[in-house]
């Protein structure tokens, strides 16, 4: 039906967003090529490069070039542009073309950098906005669901092409914050937007939403983030509980199957077990993705002790024997953030790779969060889970001094992604002590 031979109908005329929604099925076509092996599909791939530069095409490629930013792009969609993206990424797989490649790169950069939100979203009212300009209120429509997913998405797929840490980094931000934010914890009902200042509004009836399929969806990649081959390597990439079996090449040159089964309470408290099963006693590596956020990184094995750096991959090699067992120890500290342009004279409180909110649900003595500020110079948190309700999903809370009104109180904090539970106002954004 669609094609730039006589007679076809134009792609970028089918669907909404200057070609950004219809040329988005560039992904499913790169797929059903690598299934079938079948040309058509390839070539009709190469069609949609062709339509994204026509007059009436978004012109993801070369404006990407030339400008070097998103909003720059068809109409700064950002779920519909992300999708366009997948299909790139996998493109570029196929073809080894590295203009593809450096396409991927600039827009990532443009979007970490300048257009990301702390919690790992973007987006208002579904669109990229200029630099710096992140609304954070129900109102500003920020973070829609089927952004946060395929922004996942975009980072997974350039992790596995570069293995480069970094997009690590931003599964593990977006995961432990605006992904889980998304979904409420008790229902199950998500939000289209989530915001970080106000009542999450959670509904388990959206209509025709597209959100309502994405979060779960993104929900469900979890298990292909915890752990993989890095360069044929068997590598812990998250910090969660769970087991794995995969086969290996050790030292010598042999395959084994090895299994891995990880103990964690993780992000509560920063100890792990790792038990460690190979089929037969060989000398192979194992890496551990070493979180950026984190200050102190040890791996410890019969005695001996391995430190890691952050933003890098911790490389245990040794003689592995079954039943090994391998101790991680990683600090999670308390980091204060500046609100930026965006949120002036605001800070927001992370805790390892969670952000922090305020609930009123467990504040009940407190009328707004705008009554609430913060003393950058002294900020102790303290464990306050047992200072939640029964009901309470989730048992991880923070107390800590801040001010009220001008009197130091004591306030009650929990991971962004698990406040808004009773649909209560709940806010990231904290106003700044005057010295």
């Known amino acids: 039906t669609f094609g730039d031979d006589a007679g076809k109908l134009d792609l970028m005329k089918s669907g909404h967003h200057v070609g950004l929604a219809s040329g988005s099925i560039l992904e499913p076509m790169v797929d059903l090529y ?6 058509k599909y390839l070539n009709f791939c190469k069609y949609i490069f062709r339509a994204w530069e026509q007059e009436n095409g978004p012109k993801i490629m070369s404006n990407l070039e030339k400008f070097g930013d998103v909003t720059k792009v068809g109409n700064a969609k950002a779920y519909e542009m992300l ?3 997948l ?30 939100y702390l919690t790992g979203t973007t987006s208002s009212f579904e669109h ?3 630099d710096h300009i992140l609304p954070a209120a129900n109102d500003d429509h920020m973070g829609e669901g089927c952004v946060t997913t395929t922004w ?17 980094e931003e599964m593990e931000r977006s995961v432990y914050n605006h992904l889980f934010a998304a979904e409420n914890p008790v229902t199950g009902c998500v939000s289209y937007y989530t915001a970080l200042q106000g009542a999450k509004p959670h509904k388990c009836d959206q209509g025709f939403s597209c959100c309502l399929s994405s979060i779960p969806r993104g929900i469900s990649m979890v298990p292909d983030m915890v752990w993989g081959k890095v360069n044929g390597v068997f590598s812990v990439l998250m910090y969660e509980s769970g087991e794995a079996i995969d086969s290996i ?24 077990k790792y038990t460690i099963n190979p089929s037969s006693a060989k000398h192979f590596a194992i890496n551990f993705r070493v979180p950026g956020w984190c200050t102190s990184f040890t791996a410890s094995v019969n005695g001996k ?26 600090n999670i500290p308390t980091q204060i953030v500046s609100g930026g342009s965006s949120n002036p004279k605001q800070i927001a409180i ?3 790779p969670q952000v922090l909110a305020i609930d009123l649900a467990l504040n009940p003595y407190l009328t707004a969060i705008s009554t609430v500020s913060c003393d950058t110079n002294h900020l102790i948190l303290m464990d306050a889970k047992d200072l939640l309700p029964i009901q309470w999903s989730w048992k991880q809370a923070y107390s800590t001094e801040l001010k009220v009104n001008g009197l130091v109180e004591k306030i009650i904090l929990v991971p962004f992604a698990e406040a808004g539970q009773y649909a209560t106002e709940i806010g990231v954004w904290i106003n700044e002590s005057k010295k």
Request: aromatic share 14%; with cysteine.
């Open 34 to 39: 690598r299934y079938t092996g079948d040309a």
């Open 83 to 85: 999708s366009c993206m």
């Open 87 to 116: 299909g790139i990424a996998k493109f570029y797989k196929l073809t080894g073309e590295e203009s593809y490649y450096r396409v991927l790169r600039t827009a990532w950069t443009n979007i970490q950098s300048n257009k990301l």
């Open 128 to 130: 990229f906005k200029e």
């Open 152 to 168: 996942i998405q975009f980072n997974y797929q350039l992790f596995t092409i570069s293995a480069d840490s970094k997009y690590m």
């Open 249 to 272: 090449r050790a030292a010598d040159g042999s395959s084994i199957k090895v299994a891995v089964k990880s103990e964690s309470k993780f992000p509560f408290e920063g100890k792990l």
């Open 305 to 330: 002790i391995y430190k890691g750096v952050a933003g890098n991959f911790l490389s245990v090699k040794r003689k592995w024997k079954p039943a090994d067992v391998i101790i991680i120890n990683l």
């Open 350 to 352: 992370k805790r390892g």
